[in-house]
């Protein structure tokens, strides 16, 4: 923690990349631990482009849940938490693979979201967008005026990530001093090597209560659940 923070007082240039165990504390799943979503759900049929061609409805079915459970939930304590980092650190970005929008509520700004997210819905055909609201899209709305559908406007296996979001994360990557990894497991690519390929030389550090993908490369291992110890760091940086 000393040294994680002593590093973090130094850096001009910091990154942060969070995944879906920093919302667990906000009482949303993860997708791989004990009762992630991905255990109980085909991946291949709620989070692909296959699975949406064959079924849009289904799909559209899961992610308005999805968005209103997003929506019911509060940031925690670690998305607070790192929305005050980015306000003590002049180059702070923070890359998140979640698309729930609690980081943006926290007050982060200097924001990546990797994968998108569902504040909106966009247009398989035109690539209109369309905001969601609590309700998510009802289903008479999913086929669009130009003949595609109404899409979930994130990123699915198999997709690209948006060009201009990830060139910028890999640009805060290999400019970062520090990458602080948080509640992810480090498999899904290519977020995952913002931490590993991309980082250069930085000190990487990892909070996460269990070990991940990367927990054995990384240079400080912080074992615990992000709205206890993010909340520690910025007490610590403060305490200088
Ligand atoms: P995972 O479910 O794979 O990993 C969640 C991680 O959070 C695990 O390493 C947990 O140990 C950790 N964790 C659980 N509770 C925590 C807590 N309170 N504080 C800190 N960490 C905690 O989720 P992601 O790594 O985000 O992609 O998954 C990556 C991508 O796979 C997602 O963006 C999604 C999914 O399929 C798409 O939908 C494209």
């Known amino acids: 923690m000393d040294e994680l923070c002593d590093r973090l007082r130094a850096a001009t240039s910091v990154l942060a990349l969070t995944g879906a165990g920093i919302s667990a504390e906000s009482g949303l799943p993860t997708f791989r631990g004990t009762g992630g979503l991905w255990r109980t759900h085909r991946v291949e049929e709620l989070a692909s482009p296959q699975g949406f061609a064959r079924d849009p409805r289904l799909v559209w079915a899961w992610y308005n849940e999805r968005n209103a459970a997003h929506r019911r939930a509060e940031p925690n304590a670690g998305h607070y938490a790192l929305a005050a980092l980015e306000q003590r650190i002049s180059d702070f970005t923070l890359a998140t693979q979640n698309v729930d929008s609690l980081h943006m509520r926290a007050g982060s700004r200097r924001l990546l979201e ?104 990384v240079d400080c291992l912080l074992r615990g659940t992000a709205a206890e110890v993010l909340p520690r760091i910025v007490e610590t940086f403060d305490r200088g």
Not at 121 to 142: H, K, V, Y
Not at 170 to 190: C, D, K, L
């Open 114 to 217: 990797l994968h998108g997210s569902l504040r909106t819905a966009r247009c398989t055909g035109c690539e209109q967008r369309r905001p969601l609201d609590s309700l998510g899209l009802p289903e008479d709305a999913i086929e669009h005026a130009c003949g595609g559908y109404l899409r979930p406007d994130i990123v699915w296996f198999g997709e690209p990530l948006p060009s201009a979001v990830w060139e910028r994360a890999v640009e805060a990557a290999s400019r970062a001093e520090v990458i602080v990894v948080v509640g992810t497991s480090a498999v899904v690519y290519p977020a995952a090597a913002l931490a590993t390929h991309y980082a250069g030389d930085a000190f990487v550090a990892e909070i996460n209560p269990e070990p991940t993908a990367i927990s054995e490369r």
